[in-house]
């Protein structure tokens, strides 16, 4: 790859004097770019264009990557948000980089065949030839693995099973027989498959003799599927450790998410250790009225502690979660941060979802709801302590009063966890990141203020008439995270197009004239640059995010690359979400859109920022004209 013509020292000076501690990017497995003689379908950060892409990232001045999940998403559902919590994707699998480590347990020249199907896949996911691939690996590999009895590879697979044995909570084992019992089946919905199966780790004391049986069944059947499952697991921790060391030798970070959902997979594994009566959503909000019936299941309060006050099953498997991303990741963003303080719940017996949805309660703050009497056992907090009006939405940021510190301790015990792990690698609170947008319930708000950690403002979504709004930069905190959009939003370039023209554009154009100019006149021609055209809005938008308070500054791929299709759509289900690829000739389209103001320019943006904040200051100055002569 050529090399950008930028300085990156002139832009860490940069970003340290406008105090921005992280140029953040958020990109997904499935969606870095390729070389066509590695494509299968299926991005991969660890592949060679994935590394490429790290390069890039680096030379532009990234400093922390943002995946996204990076767990097993089933055949049906490329969603990161529902793949499981431990498993990884074997569709991550780079096959080019597998067959120059191991060319005897699959070889270049079939990677090569492999990628010759899948020419016309490089901007778009096609799930179905990237599992076609992947199981032509595992049933190539598996069988070359176990011919090869003395081969180098062998001795680490086999301490990583130790590994895997040896954790407190044995994911590994229940995700296996899944496997298992998927290729029994040829199926993974495991409420098709024979009631047995369908409670393989949920049967009752009486029937663990029979259950037991089974598994020893099940593994002899079905051995092959055992190993291969581990191989390729390992496969995936062995590549995922490669592309952290080349990170750390580059100087980026790079960020996992803890999706507050469960996968399918999951809830077959975990069933025992969730409520059977309530699903987890999101109430109605700014973003969606309607609110969000996700469906995910919902822990059970009751198993997170013994009655000894020791460690129950259900705040194991949470602190197994936490362990598992802090031995893969430098920093952790919480999707979802209410899920595990306060989260929305509704009953899992309702035709209507969304019915169910906008009429469900906040699991541990209804003490006294006659439509929700279950939840009273939960309930951290009185009804002396919940808002009076009996108008007002039980989904409301203030819902709940007042709140003692003893309160809030309780509200905090799974964002504790994380932030005793965090500790305990070295990880700063600066870097546990809380996807909080357009609510913030009391609980949440308290306990993220007492622990000092910051939330997102997504500006793009900003009222430019109300001086109050939360996505209004001047609002943020240097603690918090600030960008123009991210995956569930609309592109930037995009979203100014379409909307050019409307009140809301000519308002939001009026106030970064008034923000980023030094003069009326310069502000009136500011203006007009905006309103006759979009990219020089979309640049102000970015120059904005510079500005502070926050600290944090955060970039979705599509908005840094000037793409201006829609990477998801929230709250429907279609073939084009999560599907976006990075084009292979990304870097030539990148160098002459960023020059043309079609893609963020990041040295040009820096500048403007410097000549914003310090249009006075001498060496502030002098480093804006060095960044953009």
């Known amino acids: ?19 921005i501690k992280h140029l953040s990017l958020g990109i997904f497995d499935q969606s870095f770019p390729s070389f066509p003689e590695e494509e299968i379908g299926w991005g991969s950060p660890y592949s060679e264009g994935g590394i490429d892409f790290l390069l890039f990232a680096h030379n532009i001045g990234i400093n922390t990557i943002q995946f996204g999940p990076q767990g097993k998403t089933s055949r049906s559902d490329i969603s990161p948000y529902n793949s499981t919590i431990f498993s990884n994707n074997p569709l991550s699998l780079s096959l080019s980089r597998l ?8 070889t270049p020249d079939e990677a090569m065949l492999l990628a010759e199907k899948c020419s016309g896949f490089r901007h778009r996911v096609n799930k179905d030839n990237a599992w076609m691939a992947i199981d032509h690996l595992h049933s190539t590999m598996y069988k070359r693995y176990r011919e090869r009895v003395k081969n180098d590879l062998k001795p680490k697979v086999d301490l990583f099973l130790q590994q895997m044995v040896q954790n407190p909570v044995n994911w590994f084992e229940r995700d296996s027989f899944f496997q298992a019992l998927t290729a029994h089946y040829h199926s993974d919905d495991w409420r098709q498959w024979e009631n047995i199966d369908q409670n393989l780790f949920f049967s009752p004391k009486e029937e663990l003799e029979k259950t037991n049986a089974r598994k020893e069944k099940i593994r002899t059947e079905r051995a092959p599927v055992f190993e291969v499952y581990a191989l390729s697991q390992f496969l995936l921790q062995e590549q995922h450790q490669q592309f952290r060391e ?81 031995s893969r990741f430098d920093g952790i963003r919480i999707d979802h941060p209410h899920g595990l303080v306060c989260p929305w719940v509704y009953k899992n017996i309702s035709d209507d979802v969304f019915d169910a949805v906008q009429n469900g309660a906040r699991l541990y703050s209804s003490p006294d709801l006659p439509d929700h009497p279950l939840l009273k056992d939960y309930a951290l907090v009185k009804k002396e302590q ?63 203020l007492k622990r000092g950690l910051g939330r997102f403002c997504v500006t793009q979504k900003a009222d430019p008439e109300n001086p109050d709004d939360i996505y209004r930069r001047e609002n943020t905190s240097a603690q918090d995270w600030i960008m123009v959009g991210n995956h569930d939003t609309k592109p930037i370039w995009r979203l100014a197009i379409e909307r050019q023209g409307t009140t809301w554009y000519k308002a939001r154009a009026s106030y970064l004239a008034s923000q980023l100019s ?53 709250g429907i289900t279609n073939s084009e979400n999560w599907s976006i690829r990075i084009p292979p000739d990304y870097y030539h389209r990148y160098v002459v859109q960023s020059k ?34």
Request: contains cysteine; glycine residues 6%.
């Open 1 to 19: 790859m050529n090399t950008l013509n930028t300085n990156l020292k002139l832009i860490k000076d940069a970003l340290s004097m406008l105090e």
């Open 518 to 570: 030094q003069s009326q006149k310069q502000k009136e021609s500011m203006l007009n640059e905006m309103l006759g055209n979009p990219n020089k809005f979309c640049e102000a938008m970015f120059c904005e995010l510079f500005l502070g308070p926050a600290q944090h500054v955060f970039v979705f791929f599509t908005d840094l690359l000037g793409i201006k299709e829609i990477y998801n759509k929230p």
């Open 99 to 106: 067959s120059r480590q191991y060319p005897w347990l699959f």
């Open 246 to 326: 080349l990170s750390k030798q580059y100087g980026i970070k790079i960020y996992g998410d803890l999706q507050i959902g469960f996968s399918h997979q999951d809830v077959w594994a975990w069933r025992s250790l969730f409520l059977p009566e309530y699903l987890m959503g999101a109430p109605p909000s700014r973003s969606n009225p309607e609110g969000q019936p996700w469906g995910y299941p919902v822990l059970n309060p009751a198993l997170f502690f013994s009655s000894n006050g020791q460690t129950g099953p259900a705040l194991k498997l949470i602190e197994a979660r936490i362990d598992k991303m802090f």
């Open 386 to 448: 919940l808002n009076s009006d009996p108008s007002y939405p039980r989904y409301g940021d203030n819902w709940i009063q007042s709140l003692t510190d003893e309160q809030v301790d309780r509200y905090a015990t799974v964002i504790d966890v994380i932030l005793e792990r965090a500790e305990a690698v070295g990880a700063s609170k600066s870097d546990i990141l809380c996807e909080v947008l357009s609510t913030w319930p009391l609980p949440l708000k308290e306990v993220m």
């Open 596 to 629: 043309n103001g079609e893609a963020f320019h990041i040295p040009r943006t820096l500048a403007k920022a410097l000549r914003v904040r310090f249009p006075a200051k001498t060496d502030a100055i002098d480093l804006a004209s060095k960044l953009d002569p």
